[in-house]
């Protein structure tokens, strides 16, 4: 059975940090990458990676203050989110599958999919 678990969100301050991690079991994707919603909002792309490719994606809003990166020896995902920001809030999903370089910042790229851990930033 495939499957995907995150854990590492939480309430922090605007400024602070957080990392999130996800491990998916089952199989090995191609494409791994980390969504976001927020209340009464549709589910966004945050960050992703090729990591066969060496190539890393991230929302523009985000650039700069956020990093995803795969353990090549426990096949973990990691997004390490820097400076913080109110709306940064929301339920940040871990996706996997084997996006192409058109629909890896999209759901469409993604077959499977984590239960979501909340993140809360306070201003």
């Known amino acids: 059975q495939v499957q995907a678990v995150e854990s590492g969100g939480g309430l922090v301050q605007a400024g602070g940090s957080l990392r999130l991690s996800c491990v998916v079991s089952?199989?090995?994707?191609?494409?791994y990458a980390w969504f976001r919603q927020a209340p009464g909002e549709e589910r966004e792309f945050v960050a992703g990676?090729?990591?066969?490719?060496?190539?890393?994606y991230y929302k523009d809003s985000v650039k700069g203050r956020f990093s995803i990166s795969r353990d090549r020896g426990t096949g973990a995902i990691y997004l390490q989110m820097n400076g913080l920001k109110p709306d940064d809030t929301g339920v940040y999903y871990c996706a996997a599958g084997n996006a192409i370089e058109s629909t890896a910042m999209s759901t469409r790229g993604y077959t499977t999919w984590g239960q979501g851990t909340q993140v809360t930033v306070s201003s």
């Open positions: 990676v090729r990591w066969s490719m060496g190539r890393t």
């Open positions: 089952g199989r090995t994707f191609g494409t």
